[in-house]
T-cell receptor, first 112, second 115 residues
Framework: DQQVKQNSPSLSVQEGRISILNCDYT??????FLWYKKYPAEGPTFLIS?????DKNEDGRFTVFLNKSAKHLSLHIVPSQPGDSAVYFC???????????FGEGTQLTVNP | EPEVTQTPSHQVTQMGQEVILRCVPI?????FYWYRQILGQKVEFLVS????????KSEIFDDQFSVERPDGSNFTLKIRSTKLEDSAMYFC?????????????FGPGTRLTVL
């Protein structure tokens, strides 16, 4: 199942710099996209979302960009902090249902 | 802050045995979900549940799986006859509503090990 794909298994950035995590999807029926963060031994925690009618959503240090024509979304974290170090999952849902379809995840490491 | 809880945190069982994984969703949530993550693989949807009925299930959720809300607080996933390939992290989630625009809150997971 490659409907949602995160091509970078890991990303390392310096504290204070920008982290950019990428996600691609293939299913044209997806209309809502979410980012979840996961620490070891915990469940995924909702971070930010975006509807397909928008191209940008911002919440504090976190901004999600959606490019529907390219079927691509990205999560920007600025400035990055060591506490942001976690696995970040991109997920998507269709209008007709509520199941989340997840990407593989990207391990973000923010170095002090 | 309200949270989804799951018990046990780790379950070890022999192949062929039945297991029941338990979840307590957030109290005012009406929609409940199970997902699993096999080591090294993606988080995969298993089933969603609303009003005491399965509302959606994946191809993974075959006849050996069942879900139940036995009382007003618990939501359980039963695997009737476990297989080695059922070894995974199982996550319960809940949401206020079942539309695609609703955030799902996840529990910490139960690690199931089938020997």
């Amino acid at each position: 199942d490659q409907q949602v794909k995160q091509n970078s298994p890991s990303l390392s950035v310096q504290e204070g710099r920008i982290s950019i995590l990428n996600c691609d999807y293939t299913n044209s029926m997806f209309d809502y996209f979410l980012w979840y963060k996961k620490y070891p031994a915990e469940g995924p925690t909702f971070l930010i979302s975006i509807s397909s009618i928008k191209d940008k959503n911002e919440d504090g240090r976190f901004t999600v960009f959606l490019n529907k024509s390219a079927k691509h979304l990205s999560l920007h974290i600025v400035p990055s902090q060591p506490g942001d170090s976690a696995v970040y999952f991109c997920a998507a849902t269709e209008t007709s249902g509520s199941r989340l379809t997840f990407g593989e995840g990207t391990q973000l490491t923010v170095n002090p | 802050e309200p949270e989804v809880t799951q018990t046990p945190s780790h379950q070890v069982t022999q192949m062929g045995q039945e297991v029941i994984l338990r979840c307590v969703p957030i109290s005012n949530h009406l929609y409940f979900y199970w997902y699993r993550q096999i080591l090294g693989q993606k988080v995969e949807f298993l089933v969603s549940f609303y009003n005491n009925e399965i509302s959606e299930k994946s191809e993974i959720f075959d006849d050996q799986f069942s879900v139940e809300r036995p009382d007003g607080s618990n939501f359980t996933l039963k695997i009737r006859s476990t297989k080695l390939e059922d070894s995974a992290m199982y996550f319960c989630a809940s949401s206020v509503e079942g539309s695609s625009y609703n955030e799902q809150f996840f529990g910490p997971g139960t690690r199931l090990t089938v020997l």
